[in-house]
């Protein structure tokens, strides 16, 4: 008898993740009609799409979200417990609409469970109590997570992280050096300043002078930038128009593999670098009020996902008051001239990396699934 699967997603990230995990489903089985919120990922996998994702982002204020995702729930609830019917519906990543649908979800007496969940060890952690209450498994990505969940009674399984079994291989740097007419005589620093214009706003201008004061000590080095492929050229011309750095769009974990040293914004991409073993330094600032609004609410000392899953330092992070051009720029020399400080800090991303490989996540994903489905 064939299982029915409802699978949400919210943002590209997440849907890439799913559609892995529904390859995997295919191969353990072929018994599985399955649904979902999702993107062109999902739907090359053959799942039969309620709504793309291009839909959640393209209103843009607050109250327009908000309300998009009321209007959306509630279709969703309704047509799940109406028509679709699912032996369980797959929550991915993108908490702040998962978790508020999930309470609908189990009051209708659907099955829940819910793969990378919101990272709630890193700030407001009182959320876990609705975990508690409307997820029936939690499918997480680091194993910190297992105790945290545990300690609350909930039902958790680790499944590694996806990027560890999903991240391209190691450009070849003499053919990327080419493509992009970069000299190989020459060390790469390459910027990875984000993918908000929020967050471009405070950081560019920080980042760029970073890049003039190193250009000017150092003739052996070379710059890139990397452009998000969800940031227009316009954004970019903004900043870097009348500059010679070279701008690099839709390369990105190629970039990474074949730098010397980064500058990265936090987020994803650190893990991304980590897993390539390359160097960086993370930096990032905001106004002060997001960031004393951070400091109250959040559960840890640490930005950067390779220091928090090291639980120490590896990384240098300058955030917001400590976000400065010279400050930034005396850290890449560090990673880049001091030889032990780079052997250490290559060393260190290594172990980090070797605590995420253990596992196939989307595979884990799957089986944990059939095997709850198909006992």
Known sequence: MKKKIFIV??????EIHASNVVKMLRQISSDYIIEGIGGDNLKAQGVKLFEHIRNLSAVGLSLQIIWHHYILGKKLVKYLKEDFKPDLVLLVDYGGFNLGIAKYLKEAGIKVFYYIPPQLWASRQYRIKRVKKYIDKVLCIFPFEVPLYKSYGIDVHY?????????????YKKGFFEKYN???NKKLVSVFPGSRVFELKYLMKIFKKSVEILQAKHPDLQFCISQAPNISDSVYDKYFGNSDLKVIKGDNQALLSVSDALILASGTVALEACLYKTPMVIAYNAPKFFYWVYLLVRCIDKVSLP???????IIPELIVKDAKPEL???????VIYDSTKRLI????LGNVAKLLSDKNSAFEVAKVIDTELFP
Do not use: Q, R, W
């Open 182 to 184: 970069l000299d190989l």
């Open 307 to 313: 220091n928090i899953i090291a639980n120490k330092f």
């Open 9 to 14: 997603t919210g943002e590209y990230s997440g």
């Open 159 to 171: 499944c590694g992280h996806p990027l560890a079994h999903g991240l391209s291989a190691p450009a």
């Open 345 to 348: 800090m290559v060393s260190e």
């Open 328 to 334: 930034i720029a005396k850290k890449v020399e560090d």
